[in-house]
């Protein structure tokens, strides 16, 4: 398990590779943009500019004990394009039927790969240790969704989405997200069934057979979800999710959703 500096430490590199990344990309589709035309100074040094930084990347991570199995991993992409005989960085090059421009694709192609593989690392020691009760259910309540989402109209097939989204969250240890995420789930799902109030909502889904009339605890849940969703969105903001609570809300937001394929 991280400890605190060194999980400030990882989630830094992970904000620097994903930047990376990000301007990798970029450059990538201004290269093909531009594949008939001339790349000017200030492109190649950008180019330049990526290459030193994912050295400085590849720096960073070698010298991390727990991280030294990516830098074997990693490759470092040919650069020598970018500079003349003489060794100095060209002022332009043609891009269209040259050379340069499938070495300057698969340069900064390859950059982009091993940053992917960085990030994927990086967020899989990022996440908090779940016991394995947690998993357990995290599990299933996975199956439940994938369940669901086959069941679920095209026109609210999105929420599942949402609630991916808001697993994920909990696996990262983000549960103010997580708890967020499912409780605007719940709260739309409440919109959509027919009561001013929630005891009428209630009512209205007894009465469908959605919900027993002798099941005390599901109409108790129900309510107890409610209130509660609302309270993290909007009633009590200071409000901060404890683990279960926070589980018990994507739960909840699974169960609501199910409730809307029986209303059509």
């Known amino acids: 398990m991280l400890n605190e500096d060194e999980q400030i430490r990882f989630r830094a590199i992970l904000k620097f590779t994903e930047e990376l990344m990000k301007h990798a990309n970029l450059l990538v589709e201004q290269i093909w943009v531009v594949r008939k035309k001339y790349l000017k100074f200030e492109d190649i040094h950008r180019i330049k500019t990526i290459f030193e930084e994912y050295d400085r990347l590849c720096s960073w991570i070698s010298e991390i004990e727990s991280l030294k199995n990516i ?16 060794g100095r960085l060209k002022s332009s090059f043609l891009i269209y039927d040259h050379k340069e421009h499938d070495e300057a694709l698969s340069s900064l192609e390859m950059i982009i790969r091993n940053c992917s593989v960085i990030v994927t690392v990086l967020n899989d020691l990022l996440k908090p240790e779940i016991p394995p009760k947690l998993i357990d259910e995290l599990n299933s309540l996975k199956r439940a969704l994938d369940e669901l989402e086959n069941k679920l109209s095209d026109e609210y097939s999105y929420v599942t989405e949402d609630i991916r989204e808001a697993i994920t969250e909990y696996e990262h240890g983000h549960h103010l997200a997580s708890a967020l995420i499912a409780s605007r789930i719940i709260c739309f799902a409440l919109d959509q069934i027919p009561g001013d109030n929630d005891n009428e909502k209630l009512n209205t889904l007894i009465e469908k057979g959605i919900i027993k009339k002798d099941r005390k605890d599901e ?16 009633h009590r903001p200071s409000l901060r999710p404890r683990t279960e609570e926070a589980l018990s809300l994507i739960s909840s937001a699974i169960t609501f959703c199910r409730y809307l394929t029986f209303l059509g």
Do not use: G, I, T, V
Request: charge should be positive; hydrophobic fraction near 35%; aromatic fraction near 12%.
């Open 219 to 234: 109409q108790q849940a129900f309510l107890r979800a409610s209130r509660l969703s609302r309270n993290f969105l909007s």
């Open 71 to 86: 830098k074997r991993m990693l490759s470092s992409p040919p650069r020598n394009f970018l500079y003349d005989s003489e």
